[in-house]
């Protein structure tokens, strides 16, 4: 399933957008309550509907931008391509239930469903093969997904790369189990959020790109970014892998809910107009003879700045790193961003003073 997405400008719906969010974002406890909760009033089943038909019609109206001949203007590239897709969801669902219960808790309801030997073996299969190698930064794991996105929901696989004809065995065994168990509840949690975070984008995706483009000093890509919905996608609930910039984000993580769906979004999609940023801090740090405490500084000033850019457009907003991220991963950061990066991201200073400034203040001497 493939959804494309461009602003419309449309003021006129924005009310009504406002409204559908709540009810498509109704919190589903697991993704199988989100199949059921749409059954639990007839009323609400019928709101939900009728709101989601109009928002076919919205879709179709977006689709119908595409020329008809040479003769008329080329369609908007599209920013985002949405997917739900059968393997890519089967493949980072066995990679969750293949997790430790101490790493993955929320895997306790899925192991009470005896899904037969099949699965079982394929669950074993990636605890001794697969849970080692992270979803990001093991090279195999990027080219397995690439090879599984672009086979979306074939029949069967065809090997490609580290897509292996043994693991393509054991995705194709456990793929009735997943689709008796799961995959119909997953499908429907996905495209409940790809239509809720495609209603944010239609009215500030435009706007984004411009002010992210600025921010970040990097023309947005020219080409759409591909993102794929999957029930889980690792443990940060969204990664991205670049070359080419292709994006993964839950459904069913709650962080990804809401508002902060549109801040996600962009976040991984921030990571494709890093190169600027990264290059000049580490250009900064070697001008400075300075260290950095943590060496992803760049990505701690990502979460900042596409934060505090969503933040603009929605009073009240708390962006995703002050949820927890901050003291999490980045203590010694946070407050040096708030006081030298600020206010570049306000206008008030240039991002190369503003980045001499930053790493100057968290940087330590090299002796
Ligand atoms: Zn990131």
């Known amino acids: 399933m493939i959804i494309f997405l461009r602003s419309l400008h449309d003021e006129a719906k924005s009310q009504h957008d406002k409204s559908i969010l709540k009810l498509i974002f109704a919190k589903p406890k697991q993704t199988d309550d989100v199949y059921k909760s749409r059954h639990v009033s007839p009323r609400i089943e ?4 009728m709101r989601s038909y109009r928002f076919l019609v919205l ?21 985002f391509e949405f997917h739900s897709g059968f393997w890519m969801n089967l493949h980072h669902f066995l990679y969750k239930q293949a997790q430790p ?11 009470k469903v005896n899904a037969g030997p099949d699965w079982d073996a394929a669950v074993l299969y990636y605890k001794q093969k697969m849970i080692s190698r992270d979803m990001l930064f093991d090279d ?3 080219e ?8 979306e929901s074939a029949k069967t696989l065809k090997p490609s790369g580290q897509l292996t004809s043994e693991l393509i065995s054991v995705l194709e065994k456990a793929a009735p189990a997943y689709r008796e168990n799961w995959w119909h509840a997953h499908d429907t949690a996905n495209h409940q959020w790809i239509e809720a975070v495609s209603l ?5 995706g435009e706007t984004l790109v411009h002010e992210l483009s600025d921010a970040y000093k990097t023309d947005w890509a020219t080409n759409t970014i591909r993102v794929d919905v999957t029930s889980y996608a690792n443990w940060s609930g969204a990664y991205t892998t670049i070359d080419p910039t292709r994006i993964t984000i839950s459904a069913g993580d709650r962080a990804n809910y809401e508002t902060a769906a549109l801040e996600i979004v962009f976040h991984e999609a921030s990571h494709g107009i890093s190169a600027k940023l990264m290059n ?6 070697a001008k400075q003879k300075v260290i950095l405490p943590r060496r992803d500084l760049w990505h701690a000033v990502l979460f900042y700045t596409t934060g505090e850019i969503v933040r603009r ?11 927890g991220l901050w003291e999490r991963a980045w203590p010694m950061y946070i407050k040096r961003l708030e006081q030298d990066w600020l206010p570049y991201v306000n206008g008030k200073t240039s991002f190369d003073a503003a980045i001499a400034v930053l790493v100057h203040d968290v940087g330590q001497p090299i002796k």
Do not use: R, W
Request: proline share 7%; net charge negative; glycine share 6%.
């Open 140 to 142: 195999g794991m990027s």
């Open 59 to 79: 879709l179709s109206a977006i689709l119908l931008y595409a020329p008809v001949s040479h003769g008329q203007a080329a369609a908007p590239t599209p920013i």
């Open 144 to 151: 397995i997904k690439f090879a599984l996105e672009d086979q």
């Open 46 to 49: 019928e709101a939900v509907l």
């Open 313 to 323: 457009h929605f009073a009240g907003y708390v962006p995703y790193g002050y949820k």
């Open 200 to 204: 944010l984008l239609n009215q500030y």
């Open 101 to 111: 219960i101490s790493v993955e808790p929320s895997i306790a309801e899925d192991l």
């Open 280 to 285: 000049l801090i580490a250009e900064e740090c």
